[in-house]
């Protein structure tokens, strides 16, 4: 095992969960892969590691809460980044529901996450997802099974189970639409706070977020939106790494005392 400990990526075979065993395995993290599919997620991520043995492979339904308590066993973090999105199916003929996996898979994996001694969850959902009037929560929301009502269900449940467990952190990411594109550095991204801004993100890049989230101490029980730029930054001086960008974040009780969330 490394000395920076073990994190649980579950949704490992989705396309940022991958990005994210990516990025913690490259920054020297032992990552348990946690998916419905494990012969897929071995064949696609062993080829992509620099060292194979960080890595190991675990099946986990987020429906079935009865083996998450051995997912994550001995793990320090574990990143959620399931979807019932990819698995959209025709309302009433599938169990694999935005309410099941975004809002209900994640208190199921925040409720063992606590049993279970770890330190840090983080949430992946998404930008606009408490903005009801904005236009990918009406779009998004109206054609996908209410996913980001659920979404935000989840967040929620999430924020409960870190209060009746204070010593499990929760910090919430949510991204802006996500694409396939190679990480471009901290300076090509913006991170914010109240909801307020969405625009299209690499994967690659809020992979990296998520795993310096596990460095800056500030990004613990905080909710922050993360987005590309639309253009070059007009800062004369933007933060040129993840954990200086994060700096700025804070916590989510704080802003609710100062007024701003
Ligand atoms: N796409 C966007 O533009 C966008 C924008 C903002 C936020 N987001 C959010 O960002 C996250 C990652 O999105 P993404 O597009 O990279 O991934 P995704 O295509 O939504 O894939 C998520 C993965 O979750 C897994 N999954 C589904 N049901 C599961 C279950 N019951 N138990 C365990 N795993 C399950 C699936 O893997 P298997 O089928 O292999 O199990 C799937 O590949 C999601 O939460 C998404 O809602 C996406």
């Not at 169990?95 to 409720?111: C, R, S």
């Not at 001086?237 to 804070?250: C, F, G, H, S, V």
Request: glycine content about 6%; aromatic content about 6%; charged content about 20%.
């Amino acid at each position: 095992m490394s000395d920076k400990g073990l994190v649980v990526v579950i949704g490992a075979t989705g396309p940022l969960g991958k990005e994210c065993v990516l990025a913690l395995e490259s920054q020297g993290y032992h990552v348990r892969a946690a998916s419905r599919r494990v012969e897929v997620a071995r064949e696609m991520l062993l080829k992509s590691v620099k060292n194979p043995s960080r890595v190991d492979f675990v099946h986990v339904d987020v429906l079935e809460n009865s083996v998450l308590s051995s997912v994550l066993k001995d793990a320090h973090a574990v990143f959620f980044c399931a979807s019932a999105s990819a698995g959209w199916r025709v309302p009433g003929t599938s169990k694999n529901t935005p309410k099941q996996v975004d809002y209900l898979g994640a208190v199921h994996v925040a409720e063992a996450a606590a049993q279970a001694k770890v330190k840090r969850l983080v949430l992946v959902s998404s930008a606009m997802v408490t903005n009801r009037t904005s236009f990918p929560y009406l779009f998004l929301n109206s054609s996908f099974g209410r996913i980001m009502h659920w979404k935000r269900q989840g967040e929620l449940g999430v924020i409960e189970t870190h209060e009746k467990n204070p010593e499990m952190a929760y910090t919430i990411v949510r991204p802006g639409h996500l694409i396939n594109e190679a990480s471009k550095g901290a300076k090509s991204i913006m991170v914010d706070q109240g909801d307020r801004i969405s625009w299209r993100v690499s994967r690659a890049d809020v992979a990296q977020i998520c795993c310096a989230c596990l460095q800056v101490e500030n990004t613990m029980n905080a909710t922050f939106e993360v987005a590309g730029r639309k253009q070059a930054t007009s800062q004369s001086n933007p933060p040129d790494t993840y954990e200086a960008l994060l700096t700025t974040i804070k916590p989510d009780k704080k802003l609710s005392t100062t007024g701003q969330s």
